[in-house]
């Protein structure tokens, strides 16, 4: 059973860079056709779809946020990371990581709150 | 971008009745379009893909269907477990720019 985790500061101040890991356990990050994602909520709002990254490094992102974001993989840490660049207080969210099956999210980490806040 | 609008925005029922949702998107998502439940605390779990696929352990109670632009999930009698709040969402375009719907609660009348 694949289990996800994320990881990283909970408060991040602005204009900084936002960093978190994601520990994928119970399978191998390189194991079968699957995309890992990044995906945000905002408190009490609805979920926005950061972008993804193959095994081979290939990845997708949401255009809103491409300028800012960058989203890596370690095959040999079974981990992927997501980095969000100069941060603003709209970017406060819970972050969630996710295995993506042909688009759509399928194993979710439980989420991690970032509070961008000076 | 492709839009996904879900109405109601909250649906009051009681236990044991049947809940209907919908979700239109701005332009045809084909078949590709998913639908998520969230309780409070807790990420999302798939319930349904490709408008009318129950994920894995999803029971019965729980379709889909629709194609294009209109989709419908229901909940053929709800259960206590089962009020939350449920979005869709569609994996169609290319390049990828996934998205999904504000959301439905379903609350406790």
């Known amino acids: 059973q694949v289990q996800l985790q994320e990881s990283g500061p909970g408060l991040v101040k602005p204009s900084q860079t936002l960093s978190l890991t994601c520990t994928v356990s119970g399978g191998s990050i390189s194991s079968g056709s699957y995309y890992w994602s990044w995906i945000r909520q905002p408190a009490g709002k609805g979920l926005e779809w950061i972008g993804r990254i193959y095994t081979s490094g290939n990845t997708n992102y949401n255009p809103s946020l491409k300028s800012r974001v960058a989203i890596s993989v370690d095959m040999s840490k079974n981990q992927f990371s997501l980095k969000l660049s100069s941060v603003t207080a709209a970017d406060t969210a819970v972050y969630y990581c996710a295995r993506d099956d042909y688009g759509d999210p399928t194993v979710w980490g439980q989420g991690t709150l970032v509070t961008v806040s000076s | 971008e492709t839009v996904l609008t879900q109405s109601p925005a909250t649906l009051s029922l009681s236990p044991g009745e049947r809940a209907t949702l919908s979700c239109r998107a701005s332009q045809s998502v084909s078949g590709y379009l998913a639908w998520y439940q969230q309780k409070p605390g807790q990420a999302p779990r798939l319930l349904i893909y490709d408008a009318s696929n129950r994920a894995t352990g999803i029971p019965a109670r729980f379709s889909g269907s629709g194609s294009g632009t209109d989709f419908t999930l229901t909940i053929s009698s709800l259960e206590p477990e089962d009020f939350a709040v449920y979005y869709c969402?569609?994996?169609?375009?290319?390049?990828?720019?996934?998205?999904f719907g504000p959301g439905t609660k379903v609350d406790i009348k």
């Open positions: 969402h569609q994996r169609y375009n290319w390049p990828p720019l996934f998205t």
